[in-house]
């Protein structure tokens, strides 16, 4: 089971963090987006003992995904979000580690959150 928290509106150029806490054991967590009549995208993704991160072009730089071990809890520290990164955010749990492209692909996660609603306003 997947709670994320964390999402509302935010000025352009503010900061704003996304959390999501996960029950049970997590090889891989990631975050991805989707916007009103875009299909969904990746964000960003963790994996690996030593905590490998991926991130997708458009965030890379902006956003930071990091995770709480003992918490079980992935987040995505939002930095200077812009109009474009308006969309609802889902976090997703792998059973599997993933490395390099395989992190980007929302097949390799088997379990998803409900999805927060994230509104960056000019």
């Known amino acids: 089971q997947l709670q994320a928290s964390g999402g509302g509106l935010v000025q352009a150029g503010g900061s704003l963090r996304l959390s999501c806490a996960a029950s049970?054991?997590?090889?891989?967590m990631g975050w991805f987006r989707q916007a009103p009549g875009k299909e969904r995208e990746f964000v960003a993704a963790?994996?690996?003992?030593?905590?490998?991160?991926y991130y997708a072009h458009s965030v890379k730089g902006r956003f930071t995904i990091s995770t709480d071990n003992a918490k079980n809890t992935v987040y995505l520290q939002m930095l200077s979000p812009k109009p474009e990164d308006t969309a609802v955010y889902y976090c997703?749990?792998?059973?599997?580690?993933?490395?390099?492209?395989?992190?980007?692909?929302?097949?390799?996660?088997?379990?998803w959150g409900q999805g927060t609603q994230v509104t960056v306003s000019t």
């Open positions: 997703a749990v792998g059973s599997l580690y993933c490395s390099g492209y395989g992190c980007y692909d929302a097949k390799n996660y088997g379990y």
């Open positions: 049970g054991r997590t090889f891989s």
């Open positions: 963790i994996s690996g003992s030593a905590g490998n991160t």
